[in-house]
């Protein structure tokens, strides 16, 4: 009997085929590399423009006072130099690692499970907006991605006899080129100690192994341990706990499981959201039943669930400096672990065809929408990522004149944008900074302020800048407020009531103040 013929595998939804997923690389790098200028940076990838324009020694010293390893600024600094540090020169490196993970996915899975469910793993990853939400930014999350998958796949191939002591040593390798780029990454290499652990009656050395290939790559992380001991040290106490009590872990639970399903970039009362969130939760608990009965609880669900608990404990741990929403980009490594689950549920004869295509339609619709909302950066769950800095210094550019000055705090990526990038000659203070702001108020040439707040739930920022609103009001009179970014009011509600925050109602607030003109000696 003559075969079929194929096109791309074609014949079967995901048939078999590596053709698959190099086409579905093609997909992720058109989805995820279109508009790459949009939005502007926020804060963190401020940080990383700035930094990846430091000398070597001036880079290192500055990631000693913060709480990052350094691989991915020094290859972000050399791209930086060869593609220029617009937004898209500083997202490509990003870009590129959440392309190579889409691939590098394929093949780590590729021992446990066949080509056709590989394949749909792969697409399962392209496909999806909240993955690139974080691969498109010009921070480590994708990096991590990346070399964690790699890690994971040659853990994969000596669980199961397939690697040799080459294996081994590109594994250690691969931990310390992991540690060397997220420390919370590296749950996922001890969760490959739990599954060793959980394999002793089959593979009793296996443990051994792993903590000589391990520990090899801890050995090799030794020189940057000293300054991840003095990172730790700057910045405890920076910010107050978020995730707190029960209330609080159940809260950081259910932003993750949504981010997971319906995303970030809609709301959980959006019905796309809504439909993303039951599709997709659905899908998960289907998927892990059939992972299971297909005798993937130990390669998939034991490393991811064990990985992710890992992350839970060390982020909660950290949470007066990490808020809980900035988990899911912590944890962008598992995000290759629930493509498999949601393939395996897609594609599980076990269940009825129906239902299994009705819960991946409802998630592709959440992605589809994500996707759009992604692109027009708008509707996005953490307005951080969204914040406007750009916009404002373009507008003020626009309305400064002589004898204004401006006082903007830092995080609203105002003084990037309008002094570093633009160069805009006009007297600055950060209102954070108490002589700076005495200093400007103080010159008598000054007859107008542009005062620039980032509207904030609660840190020793925000308490700052108050101290210059209260000078302000000394100074001169309020002429002018506008707010930029427009927060969703049920957003603003849920929030105040799930975490006791007080909401606000713009992610930046611009305020125009004038001193007072002298009386004339003539006024009655």
Not at 14 to 34: D, E, R, S, Y
Not at 411 to 419: A, E
Not at 426 to 447: Q, R
Not at 504 to 514: D, K, N, P
Request: proline share 7%; aromatic share 10%; charged share 15%.
């Amino acid at each position: 009997m003559r075969a079929p013929v194929r096109w791309f595998g074609l014949g079967p939804v995901f048939a078999p085929g590596p053709a698959w997923m190099l086409l579905a690389c093609v997909v992720a790098g058109v989805l995820g590399g279109a508009r790459l200028c949009d939005p502007g940076l926020w804060c963190d990838e401020i940080y990383t423009a700035r930094w990846a324009r430091l000398d070597l020694p001036g880079l290192i010293a500055a990631l000693r006072l913060d709480l990052h390893p350094p691989l991915y600024f020094l290859l972000e600094a050399a791209v930086v130099r060869l593609f220029g540090g617009d937004e898209t020169g500083l997202r490509l490196l990003s870009v590129a690692a959440g392309v190579a993970t889409v691939a590098v996915s394929y093949w780590a899975f590729r021992p446990v499970i066949d080509e056709r469910l590989c394949a749909a793993t792969a697409w399962m990853l392209a496909l999806c907006p909240q993955f690139f939400l974080y691969s498109r930014m010009a921070r480590y999350y994708a990096l991590a991605a990346l070399i964690a998958m790699f890690a994971h796949g040659l853990f994969v191939r000596l669980a199961v006899k397939r690697g040799g002591p080459r294996s081994w040593l590109l594994y250690g390798l691969s931990v310390a080129a992991l540690l060397y780029t997220s420390y919370v990454a590296v749950c996922l290499v001890l969760a490959h100690f739990v599954w060793a652990l959980a394999a002793q009656r089959r593979r009793p050395r296996l443990w051994k192994a792993w903590i000589a290939a391990a520990g090899g790559g801890f050995v090799l992380f030794l020189p940057w341990f000293a300054a991840l001991v003095q990172q730790v040290q700057q910045v405890r106490g920076l910010l107050p706990s978020v995730v707190s009590g029960p209330s609080g872990l159940a809260l950081m639970l259910a932003f993750d499981l949504h981010a997971l399903t319906a995303t970030e970039l809609l709301a959980p009362w959006d019905p796309a959201g809504v439909a993303g969130l039951l599709g997709g939760s659905a899908l998960l608990a289907l998927g892990a039943l059939a992972a299971v009965r297909r005798g993937l609880g130990r390669s998939v669900l034991l490393p991811s669930l064990t990985a992710l608990a890992l992350a839970w404990l060390v982020v909660g741990a950290m949470a007066h400096a990490t808020p809980f929403v900035g988990l899911p980009a912590r944890t962008l490594f598992m995000w290759p672990f629930a493509a498999v689950v949601f393939a395996v549920a897609a594609l599980d004869p076990v269940y009825p065809r129906v239902l299994r295509l009705l819960l991946t339609g409802a998630l592709l619709v959440a992605w589809t929408a994500g996707w759009v909302h992604l692109h027009r950066a708008e509707g996005w769950m953490n307005p951080i990522h969204l914040t406007p800095g750009r916009e404002v210094a373009g507008s003020l550019r626009a309305n400064l004149r002589p004898g204004d000055g401006v006082l903007a705090e830092d995080d609203t990526g105002v003084p990037y944008y309008l002094f570093e990038r633009a160069a805009t000659r006009v007297p600055f203070a950060d209102p954070v900074m108490p002589v700076p702001t005495l200093a400007l108020l103080s010159d008598p040439s000054i007859e107008r302020i542009w005062f620039v707040r980032l509207s904030r739930d609660y840190s020793q920022r925000g308490r700052g800048s108050h101290d210059a609103a209260a000078r302000l009001a000394d100074w001169g009179r309020l002429a002018e407020e506008r707010g930029w970014l427009e927060i969703d009011p049920t957003y603003q509600a849920l929030k105040r009531r799930a975490t006791g925050l007080p909401g606000y109602r713009h992610r930046i607030v611009v305020q125009r103040w004038e001193r007072p003109r002298p009386s004339s000696p003539d006024t009655p």
